[in-house]
């Protein structure tokens, strides 16, 4: 079912998921998954609407949690190394280490300064100048402090729409993530938009690990190094982009990539 | 593009629709239902210029109206009475503090023997109630002629039986010892009808006293002679005062009565005019003769009052240097910190009437009868007049202030007591609470505006205000300025029921605000980690902020514009809240716009200026109501960025 990358891996995965089942209520959504997302690349999930890509991404950071019913039941998922489901673990912590990007940008209805500073104040950080440092970085990171820096103190929601996706990418990386999770990140934005964002998660692979859901595969082959393909749940195929695209494995990934399904 | 070979035959779709089509009345039914609901949409619309048609036609002539009136006022002399009379008023609350200190200083010597001739006396009255019957019947048969020996002795046995039992059953004070008590007893027991001088022990007890409050009187002498002749100055300049407003009233009443009879007259020439029966014309101007009436002399009898300028002017100069001379001899020292402290206060406050006093002497000159009432002067009148008095025998005035002054304190601690809980509970029901919580919360608050008003009232009275009387009673909340509070009825009381009533609204449509922060915002803050508490104060408040103000508007709205629980028990005092008694004003009673509406409009003639008067006070509180509605909309447009 599962399929091991064959390259062989000098840094320990970042995330590895282990055997794991995951419920909502009593239907289960996704069956024994396997997964090891390496270290500073990016990774895909792609596969057919209603497969389970996004609920896979949000149990990295256990943003199912919050769904009253949801529950993993078997198995194990390892941020750099540590069951995120110990008991001794802080989820504010891991939802520090694990950033996230939604579907929709969704900036808070604050200043530009405020939406990136404000992953660093709830964590406690007082001190302007930490905080006008990490501004700066993580919209740098962003390629935004060029087109903001000289209104950072207006609305975010007056930015278009490929800006307030990017705030959303700087605002999650400005707490200085080892992971960063998007969910579909352009599938609200227009093409040159979706450009930027593109081009930017090559810049981001250099500083941290992402994995990243999209039903577009054009852009899973454009972004990513490791391409997952899910189906119904399961893991169908696991392997570098390249390969997958070009020569998979698996009978149910050609037809998928062939259009034979969607 | 229709190419000229094909034949011209209309479209299918069009040939279906047109079979179906029928009118009613010659109009097509859509249209038809189309304007059935939009005349119901418009209802509101006409309704609401209604109101302010009806609203404005009856109060707007309210100021012409109040123009005479204050015309009248101003030519009969009644203001040039005033300029005198009103600031004389304060010479009674400052002999009113006067006698509280002299009472208080005599108290310190006299205070025990009046307790014991008081307590004493009362116990005499006891018996003598207990004992009404027999003695009532006993009097009776004393006074019948020709009297019945046997039976005056069967009815003195009697009530001294009576006497004997109720005198023993008495419960005696501790301030009397054991003989006094048994003496008290043996003289009670021994009280027939016949013997009016008092017992001996209670005679006693009466000459102590009075001896106690002569020996008071002359250890206190410099105060209490100060306040007799404080009080004595007033007379000669109220005299001369009394006499003017007489004739001032009289000339009024002339001059209001010569009005009405040529108002009256007026009219009947106009129907007579009209009348096209001649019979009827010639009655009409007949009555219309006999109607006039002659008209006043206003200048002459306005010159009988400003004839006496100097005279006034004269008493109250002297009025002035004898108050002044009462204030030099004030002696410093009173019995009490308390008199103390009241006989400073009138010490320094007779300076400063004597100085109003002599300063509106001064005006008495410069006042001119024939000055003509401007209409600027008449809208300031009402908006910013200190004075509400109706029927009244000498003026009535129609000021604004108290009645705004009363409404503003009630809502504002209405909106201070109510914004707290309802937000807080808006959070804590929409972010916190489980589905049963909400279950529960939610339709319980929203029941409390189920309930009427007037019950509300009802428990205001009945029951917040003796629970505040009872709490501000406690001795560790002294602090507590306007401690202990004098009257049940005040704006507190008010404005706790009102704010019950504004949480339902404020809540729901706080709720509601925090309902519609995106689901999207809440998302990125908990993947960043956030607490729930984080969240709730950093995000979903401040993002739904101007639902929130909004709905504190409306609540405000709701508050200003109830009626029923401000008459009931806001304590309805006509008076502007006396802000000098610092926070604790907030304990006294006051009125408010839609009180006095409620409360005045039943009783007065239909298009009189008082009728016209309290129509004015409905467009301004109707005014009030539009600003407040309009800037929650306005607050709540200003502030939604995520629904732009």
């Avoid at chain 1, 579909?184 to 250099?206: F, N, R, V, Y």
């Avoid at chain 2, 009472?103 to 023997?113: D, I, N, P, Q």
């Avoid at chain 2, 339709?443 to 009945?462: C, D, M, Y």
């Amino acid at each position: 079912m599962s399929a091991e990358p064959t390259a062989k891996t000098t840094p320990p995965p970042v995330v590895q998921v282990r055997d794991m089942d995951f419920c909502y209520g009593d239907s289960k959504a996704l069956f024994d998954i396997n997964l090891k997302v390496k270290y500073h690349r990016v990774t895909a999930l792609i596969g057919p609407s209603g497969c389970g890509k996004s609920t896979l991404l949000r149990c990295i950071n256990r943003m199912n949690d919050r769904v009253p019913s949801a529950r993993v039941t078997k198995g194990e998922v390892l941020v750099k190394g540590k069951n995120i489901h110990d008991a001794d673990v802080d989820l504010t912590q891991l939802r520090k280490q694990v950033g996230m990007v939604f579907q929709k940008s969704n900036p808070f209805p604050k200043s530009i300064y405020e939406n990136v500073a404000y992953g660093l104040r709830i964590h406690g950080e007082k001190n302007k100048s930490v905080l006008d440092e990490a501004v700066e970085r993580s919209l740098t990171h962003a390629a935004l402090w060029e087109e903001l820096k000289d209104r950072l103190q207006a609305n975010a929601l007056a930015l278009s729409g490929g800006q307030q996706q990017r705030l959303c990418i700087a605002r999650a990386i400005a707490t200085v993530p080892d992971v960063l999770l998007m969910d579909e990140p352009c599938s609200a934005l227009d093409p040159i938009s979706t450009l930027k964002i593109e081009e930017l998660m090559h810049q981001l692979a250099h500083e941290f690990t992402v994995v990243i859901v999209t039903h577009n595969m054009q852009q899973a082959v454009r972004v990513s190094d490791y391409t997952a393909f899910l189906h119904l749940g399961k893991l169908v195929e696991f392997a570098p982009t390249e390969e997958l695209f070009t020569n998979p494995r698996e009978k149910l990934t050609e037809a998928y990539l062939r259009g034979t399904f969607s | 593009m229709n190419s000229p070979t094909t034949p011209s035959r209309p479209p299918l779709r069009s040939v279906l629709l047109r079979s179906r089509k029928r009118t009613i009345l010659g109009v097509d039914p859509q249209k038809l239902i189309k304007y059935f609901f939009g005349s119901n949409a418009s209802v509101a619309i006409i309704v609401l210029v209604l109101i302010m048609v009806f609203l404005l036609r009856e109060g707007i002539d309210f100021l012409p109206t109040y123009q005479r009136e204050l015309q009248t006022y101003r030519r009969a002399g009644l203001e040039f009475c005033d300029i005198i009379d009103q600031p004389l008023q304060r010479n009674q609350a400052l002999s009113s503090s006067l006698r509280q200190a002299v009472s208080a200083s005599l108290e310190t010597l006299s205070k025990t023997a009046r307790d014991w001739r008081d307590a004493a006396f009362l116990l005499k009255r006891q018996v003598e109630d207990k004992t009404a019957r027999p003695r009532e019947s006993l009097t009776q048969a004393l006074e019948k002629t020709p009297p019945a020996p046997e039976q005056i002795e069967v009815f003195r046995r009697e009530l001294g039986e009576a006497s004997a039992a109720a005198a023993k059953a008495l419960d005696y004070p501790a301030v009397f010892g054991t003989a006094e008590r048994e003496q008290l007893q043996r003289e009670f027991a021994a009280l027939t009808p016949e013997v009016t001088d008092l017992p001996p022990l209670l005679q006693t007890l009466a000459a102590e006293f009075s001896a106690k409050d002569r020996e008071a009187r002359t250890k206190f002498a410099s105060l209490v002679q100060a306040q007799e002749e404080f009080e004595e100055a007033t007379e000669p300049l109220q005299e001369v005062v009394d006499e003017l407003k007489a004739k001032a009233l009289e000339t009024k009443e002339k001059a209001v009565e010569f009005d009405v009879l040529e108002t009256n007259r007026l009219r009947l020439l106009e129907a007579a005019a009209t009348e096209t029966d001649a019979k009827e014309k010639a009655s009409l101007t007949k009555e219309a003769a006999e109607s006039v009436s002659e008209a006043v002399n206003l200048e002459k009898s306005i010159q009988e009052i400003t004839g006496r300028t100097a005279e006034l002017r004269e008493q109250v100069e002297k009025y002035a240097v004898v108050i002044e001379k009462a204030a030099a001899v004030l002696p410093q020292d009173a019995g009490t910190g308390a008199a103390r402290a009241l006989v400073n206060e009138v010490r320094e406050g007779i300076p400063a009437h004597a100085r109003e006093m002599r300063a509106a002497a001064a005006t008495l000159e410069g006042w001119r009868w024939d000055k003509p009432v401007s209409i600027f002067s008449v809208i300031g009148a009402f908006f910013f007049g200190t004075q509400w008095i109706t029927n009244s025998s000498w003026q009535d005035f129609f000021g604004f202030v108290p009645l705004l002054s009363g409404s503003l304190v009630i809502a504002a601690i209405a909106i201070l007591i109510a914004t707290p809980v309802s937000v807080v509970a808006a959070i804590y029901t929409n972010q916190f609470a489980s589905e049963r919580e909400k279950e529960m919360i939610k339709p319980v608050i929203e029941f409390i505006q189920a309930i009427p008003s007037v019950v509300l009232g009802f428990i205001g009275i009945s029951l917040v205000g003796n629970l505040i009387k009872d709490v501000s009673e406690w001795s560790w909340l002294q602090w507590v300025p306007g401690f202990p509070i004098q009257e049940r009825l005040n704006m507190f009381n008010a404005g706790c029921l009102l704010a019950f009533m504004a949480v339902p609204t404020m809540f729901s449509l706080s709720e509601d605000a925090l309902n519609n922060v995106p689901r999207a915002y809440i998302d990125a803050s908990d993947a960043l980690g956030a607490t729930k508490l984080q969240t709730v104060f950093r995000v979903i408040v401040p993002a739904g902020i101007s639902g929130i103000l909004s709905a504190i508007l409306l609540g405000l709205g709701r508050v200003v514009g109830e009626t029923m629980v401000v008459l009931l028990v806001a304590g309805n005092r006509i008076a502007i809240p006396d802000f000098s008694a610092g926070p604790g004003v907030i304990f006294h009673p006051a009125h408010t716009l839609t009180g006095i509406i409620a409360q005045e409009l039943g009783e007065v003639s239909r298009g009189s200026s008082h009728w016209q008067a309290l129509f004015m006070v409905g467009i301004v509180l109707f005014a009030i109501s539009l600003l407040v509605n309009w800037c929650a909309r306005a607050v709540a447009r200003r502030f939604e960025p995520h629904k732009a």
